[in-house]
T-cell receptor, first 111, second 115 residues
Framework: QQQVKQSPQSLIVQKGGISIINCAYE??????FPWYQQFPGKGPALLIA?????SEKKEGRFTISFNKSAKQFSLHIMDSQPGDSATYFC??????????FGSGTKLNVKP | DAGVIQSPRHEVTEMGQEVTLRCKPI?????LFWYRQTMMRGLELLIY????????DSGMPEDRFSAKMPNASFSTLKIQPSEPRDSAVYFC?????????????FGDGTRLSIL
């Protein structure tokens, strides 16, 4: 049973475009929603995170939009750059420190 | 600052052999997590420790897998005997447990291939 469903599986965006990755969850006990970025041969690294009492959080070109009633959250990458090409994972935290990860989205930003 | 350190980075061994993966968490972090990443199943939590005590090992696939954390600066994940289906990238992560909404910091993983 997948606790966090992520889409799309892969995404191709032109340089300067907007990349959008979506995640959905069912468990209303989740209380923290981070996004991780992973480059080949490296571990996932925290990109940005949000609490469920906030509807939007922006850090530079990265924005999380959170819809509590729909149990959905999304990552928007504005002005996407080739250096943003990586795999992105959404996650949700439950019960002190237990994280559930989405299946990942492989982003390719074309120059 | 040193991040989470895992060793070895790559391990290739034959089926039936014992495999030991090692992790040094970030100093001061008191929660440690072991994950397995495969194309088919994504990133799966195997086990996590808080203050060196295993809290949740429900993700450990079977008795062939075991994990220990003898002290705050070292943990091992052992597979005995290993099987080809154990081939994956294994990640260790640490965080400041006990405080809400602390992110996990991942090591660069051990790529394990069982022949």
């Amino acid at each position: 049973q997948q606790q966090v469903k992520q889409s799309p599986q892969s995404l191709i965006v032109q340089k300067g475009g907007i990349s959008i990755i979506n995640c959905a969850y069912e468990n209303t006990a989740f209380d923290y929603f981070p996004w991780y970025q992973q480059f080949p041969g490296k571990g996932p690294a925290l990109l940005i995170a949000i609490r469920p009492d906030v509807s939007e959080k922006k850090e530079g070109r990265f924005t999380i939009s959170f819809n509590k009633s729909a149990k959905q959250f999304s990552l928007h990458i504005m002005d996407s750059q080739p250096g943003d090409s990586a795999t992105y994972f959404c996650a949700a935290k439950y019960n002190f420190n237990k994280f559930y990860f989405g299946s990942g989205t492989k982003l390719n930003v074309k120059p | 600052d040193a991040g989470v350190i895992q060793s070895p980075r790559h391990e290739v061994t034959e089926m039936g052999q014992e495999v030991t993966l090692r992790c040094k968490p970030i100093s001061g972090h008191n929660s440690l997590f072991w994950y397995r990443q495969t194309m088919m199943r994504g990133l799966e939590l195997l086990i996590y420790f808080n203050n060196n005590v295993p809290i949740d090992d429900s993700g450990m696939p079977e008795d062939r897998f075991s994990a220990k954390m003898p002290n705050a600066s070292f943990s091992t994940l052992k597979i005995q005997p290993s099987e080809p289906r154990d081939s994956a990238v294994y990640f260790c992560a640490s965080s400041l447990g006990g405080q809400s909404n602390q992110p996990q910091h991942f090591g660069d993983g051990t790529r394990l291939s069982i022949l």
